[in-house]
Antibody, heavy 128, light 106 residues
Framework: EVQLAESGGGLVQPGGSLRLSCAASGFTFSDHYMDWVRQAPGKGLEWVGR??????????TYAASVKGRFTISRDDSKNSLYLQMNSLKTEDTAVYYC???????????????????WGQGTLVTVSS | IQLTQSPSSLSASVGDRVTITCRASQGISSYLAWYQQKPGKAPKFLIYAASTLQSGVPSRFSGSGSGTDFTLTISSLQPEDFATYYCQQLNSYPLTFGGGTKVEIK
């Protein structure tokens, strides 16, 4: 069974840092792009950013709202995805989901671009 | 690319036909996905390429559209379909979501 499980959420003060982790199982993690999506309380979904796979040079792309503050990384040997969040703001308060993106080589994608599956999410609260 | 979903909420009865629209601010070909989210749960992927159902998704769900205008239709609403639905464009970064449509019980 394909599964994703986030961890590392919690309460942090404005200006602080937090590192989220996402453990993947049930699929060849190293083949896939991976994404982070967040959802503020009572609000809609917001894409945070993506990391591609080794074949695509582990390229990262971020939403404007987090660029320069958040860093996505991965460790394929541990089937793990990470989100390092620095200079946190109250508006970063949200449930953070990791999700699997497409499986792509350097020239083509072998699966669709959609996000599936999603982890259960981890809550990050930024408050003093 | 901005995605505008309408309506933002609707009330419907079991057995009703429900249609949700998603309009993109520029053309995205068929690079659109739909997701269903129930309270306290992670989103669930439903439809890709605007009209192709993910494996296991009931056939009462259907999608259509290309370019800028898309629709998600539930042909006969079931109790388990009451949820919030999001569209997402997968054409270009940032990979934006629509604001969501909450389907409630009438």
């Amino acid at each position: 069974e394909v599964q994703l499980a986030e961890s590392g959420g919690g309460l942090v003060q404005p200006g602080g840092s937090l590192r989220l982790s996402c453990a993947a199982s049930g699929f060849t993690f190293s083949d896939h792009y991976m994404d982070w999506v967040r959802q503020a309380p009572g609000k809609g979904l917001e894409w945070v950013g993506r990391i591609t796979n080794k074949a695509n040079s582990y390229t990262t792309t971020y939403a404007a709202s987090v660029k320069g503050r958040f860093t996505i990384s991965r460790d394929d040997s541990k089937n793990s995805l990470y989100l390092q969040m620095n200079s946190l703001k109250t508006e970063d308060t949200a449930v953070y989901y990791c999700t699997r993106g497409p499986y792509c080589s350097s020239t083509t994608c072998y699966s669709g671009r959609w996000f599936d599956p999603w982890g259960q999410g981890t809550l990050v609260t930024v408050s003093s | 690319i901005q995605l505008t979903q309408s309506p933002s909420s609707l009330s419907a009865s079991v057995g009703d036909r429900v249609t949700i629209t998603c309009r993109a601010s520029q053309g995205i070909s068929s690079y659109l996905a739909w997701y269903q989210q129930k309270p306290g749960k992670a989103p669930k992927f439903l439809i890709y390429a605007a009209s192709t159902l993910q494996s296991g998704v009931p056939s009462r769900f259907s999608g259509s559209g290309s370019g800028t205008d898309f629709t998600l239709t539930i042909s006969s609403l079931q109790p388990e379909d009451f949820a919030t639905y999001y569209c997402q464009q997968l054409n270009s970064y940032p990979l934006t979501f629509g604001g969501g449509t909450k389907v409630e019980i009438k």
